[in-house]
């Protein structure tokens, strides 16, 4: 039976070449970078043609030109195949595309073909459900990539048709960048393979590259995780806030790691031998983070009150009442009160103000005498 599919793969194989001969050279055919995907994508479980799949990255170091054809034709490979392995093949052979460098892989956006639902069509579920899912999560991946590639392209379009220069990124957009990065770094460790998958050639060879892409987005946190403790002093609530959830899902990520390369290297990955240490992240720093945050936010509330009294609520004599929620406070304003204390000394002689109302005229004296003087209101209610 197994003979049986590798002929039968090979006989298909060979009829795309022979098709893809036959195109003629279009903008999005293009019959060598046709050729050279489909050998680098063929059916063999044994081997794989590192030769071609190189040819296809010259070709796209070359010109960007030749980005539209290599899509057209890995993704119409993609769609028709019911192939485990021409399947896996063609997410090595698109993720060495993006570890080129390329500008313009920047362009692709979300990918053109969709694996998040494979299922191999040549073998028994129960036999190859772990391939599925190895297949799966790595589309997963690679599809999220693409996506914050392209998101990152425009912004920075955006900027420079907006005209604006930036030196240095803010604290904030740095924060955003790690939050990014560390998803991607938890898509990156569910790639993993299963039960018997582990022993597959193919799939072994899969998690060469991944482990390249763990180191790569690894470093970058650490990196970017050092520049923000940095500036973390001119943080305000949001971004240390933000910074905590960073720094405590650093250490939770650190010890997934490591038990993500233990488990590589039992299954023969090479490159996983190398581990990188994990970041060690001071429980102090975290700590005084949250000392902060807690500091910003007593801030406020202190200024959010002391704004509130600076307020009050006015009311006229004739009922008009204005209202502010954020103050127990009532000013009482008459149409009356027209006397100050110089109005009082000539009005009523024989009644002499305390030294108090003296100084303050907004305060009423604290006893009325009978006599000539008008009644002054409580100007201060509560």
């Not at 073998?123 to 999560?137: D, Q």
């Not at 790639?191 to 060469?208: D, W």
């Not at 004599?317 to 109005?343: A, G, Y």
Request: charged residues 25%; hydrophobic residues 40%.
């Amino acid at each position: 039976m197994r003979l049986w599919r590798r002929a039968s793969g090979v006989l298909k194989d060979q009829n795309s070449l022979w098709i893809s001969s036959l195109s003629r050279r279009t903008a999005l055919r293009n019959p060598d970078i046709e050729a050279a995907i489909i050998k680098a994508t063929s059916h063999d479980e044994f081997s794989i043609d590192y030769k071609n799949a190189e040819r296809v990255y010259k070709w796209i170091r070359l010109s960007d030109a030749h980005i539209k054809p290599l899509v057209w034709c890995l993704s119409l490979r993609m769609e028709k195949t019911r192939c485990w392995v021409v399947a896996l093949k063609g997410l090595m052979l698109m993720h060495g595309v993006f570890s080129s460098k390329v500008p313009v892989v920047q362009r692709i956006g979300r990918l053109p073909f969709d694996l998040s639902n494979f299922k191999d069509g040549y073998n028994k579920p129960g036999e190859i459900w772990a391939h599925n899912a190895f297949i799966r999560a790595y589309y997963a991946f690679l599809d999220q990539k693409s996506t914050l590639l392209f998101i990152n392209m425009q912004e920075r379009r955006a900027f420079r048709g907006g005209g604006v220069v930036q030196e240095q990124r803010s604290l904030m957009q740095d924060l955003v960048i790690l939050q990014k990065l560390q998803g991607l770094l938890d898509m990156l460790i569910q790639i993993k393979p299963l039960s018997k998958a582990a022993s597959v050639f193919l799939i072994v060879e899969a998690m060469e590259c991944i482990i390249i892409e763990v180191y790569d987005v690894y470093s970058r946190i650490c990196q970017m995780i050092a520049k923000v403790l940095k500036r973390i002093d001119t943080a305000g609530k949001a971004e240390a806030a933000m910074a905590v959830r960073i720094l405590k899902k650093a250490i939770v990520q650190g010890d997934e790691l490591s038990m993500y390369f233990q488990l590589c290297r039992e299954i023969g990955v090479v490159n996983a031998k190398g581990c990188p240490q994990s970041v060690e992240i001071p429980q102090e720093d975290i700590h005084d983070l949250e000392i902060m945050i807690n500091e910003i936010s007593d801030k406020s509330e202190m200024d959010g009150k002391s704004e509130a009294a600076k307020k009050a609520i006015v009311v006229s004599q004739n009922e008009t009442v204005l209202v502010d929620s954020r103050s127990r406070l009532r000013t009482v304003i008459t149409d009356n009160w027209e006397k100050f204390d110089e109005d009082l000394m000539v009005i009523c002689p024989e009644n002499s103000l305390t030294a108090a109302s003296k100084t303050n005229p907004f305060l009423s004296p604290p006893h009325q005498q009978q006599g000539k003087c008008d009644d002054l209101p409580d100007l201060i209610t509560f």
